[in-house]
């Protein structure tokens, strides 16, 4: 039986004025996700966040608000080399200040950060994600954001139609 080992991480949801999350293409696996990434020892929670955020994209997280932790099943990974991971992962809610920061078409983080973990780094609407290009672990976020959207949507459409009559 292997040895599955637990890797804890923490990473941000970044949204724009426009609503957009913040998005990373990574050059490890070539997939789409949030910035974000391993906790190291001594660390608290929020210092792994918000250095990772900086290393990726260059960003000084002002503010921030844990999210959610996931944890347990849907957090299990084995990686290409057939070693199992069970990650627990911290999420955020990050504000940044991005004046200056974006290229002319508006979406992209001009960045280039120092390790190369990033391929690109642009803002994207939860409806322009295709949950494919998701990374394997991050799938589970990606699923509870477009779940809790359409809850909203579905909620807010219902409290309209009784306003109407």
Known sequence: MKKCKIIVTAGAIIRDQRGRILMQKRSDHGNWGLPGGGMEPGEAIEETMTREIYEE??????????????????????????????????????????????????????????????????????????????STVQRPVFEDLLLRKIKFAAKKGSESAGHDS
């Open 57 to 134: 994209t260059g960003l000084f997280v002002e503010q921030h608000e844990l999210y959610s932790i996931y944890s347990g099943e849907r957090m299990q990974y084995t990686y290409a080399d057939g070693n199992e991971v069970a990650i627990v992962m911290f999420l955020f809610n990050a504000k940044v200040n991005l004046n200056g920061k974006l290229a002319e078409d508006g979406k992209t983080l001009m960045h280039q950060d120092n390790s190369h973990e990033s391929l690109s780094l642009e803002f994207q609407s939860l409806e322009q994600i295709d949950i494919k290009d998701i």
